[in-house]
């Protein structure tokens, strides 16, 4: 697969925390990353003092952004008691109607090992719906998911496709692994200059 060499130099950002499953190079596991600052106001967590009425409310009328902060809501306890099985139906209303950000977030949910809903199959397929809006979190897990087989069969070109995108859209860990990649050869053809240039974003 030829690898596109990156585009003009950006700053470099401070990787992510990590959240879901695990991507340890020692056991050989995916993990879903945390989402970074998003241009989508669902990214920020919902104000503590805006009621949950309120929310209620405007996501009963199919107001995505109350939909996705109830889950949020819900999934952390913040104001409400935390509760895993409303944290997903609400996601899930946000996921369907088109709300990039609570598609990750439900994704994220349903590769919790500890929860009751585990579910590895629909957690990629509401990955590939976010990785199809341009949401870089998405991009980059997906494409840890065809590497490493979780919830859909191990497609090493589409596991690089989608490394690829996420690193064009600015997205840190995905930048320095497919820089590290290059760097390597093997798996992609070897391109020293083109492998620094993305170690140096």
């Given at each position: 697969m030829t690898v596109a060499s990156p585009k003009s130099p950006k700053k470099a950002t401070s990787p992510p925390s990590r959240l879901g499953l695990a991507k340890d190079p020692a056991n050989d596991e995916a993990k879903l990353s945390a989402p970074k600052a998003s241009k989508s106001p669902a990214a920020t967590p919902p104000p503590v003092g805006q009621a949950?009425?309120?929310?209620?409310?405007?996501?009963?009328?199919?107001?995505?952004?109350?939909?996705?902060?109830?889950?949020?809501?819900?999934?952390?306890?913040?104001?409400?008691?935390?509760?895993l099985s409303l944290a997903q139906d609400y996601y899930l209303k946000a996921a369907k109607n088109g709300y990039d950000v609570a598609q990750f977030a439900l994704a994220e949910l349903l590769l919790k090992e500890e929860s009751s809903f585990?579910?590895?199959?629909?957690?990629?397929?509401?990955?590939?719906?976010?990785?199809?809006?341009?949401?870089?979190?998405?991009?980059?897990?997906?494409?840890?998911?065809?590497?490493?087989?979780?919830?859909?069969?191990?497609?090493?070109?589409?596991?690089?496709?989608?490394?690829?995108?996420?690193?064009?859209?600015?997205?840190?860990?995905?930048?320095?692994?497919?820089?590290?990649?290059?760097?390597?050869?093997g798996v992609v053809a070897k391109d020293v200059a083109s492998g620094l240039s993305w170690l140096e974003k």
């Open positions: 949950v009425d309120s929310l209620k409310s405007q996501a009963d009328q199919g107001n995505s952004l109350a939909q996705y902060q109830l889950g949020f809501r819900y999934k952390t306890g913040l104001g409400v008691r935390k509760n585990l579910d590895p199959t629909e957690a990629s397929h509401w990955l590939k719906k976010a990785a199809d809006q341009g949401l870089a979190e998405a991009q980059y897990n997906l494409s840890l998911a065809y590497q490493l087989g979780v919830g859909v069969r191990k497609n090493l070109a589409r596991a690089l496709e989608w490394l690829q995108k996420a690193a064009e859209n600015d997205f840190t860990e995905a930048q320095r692994d497919l820089g590290l990649l290059l760097l390597a050869g």
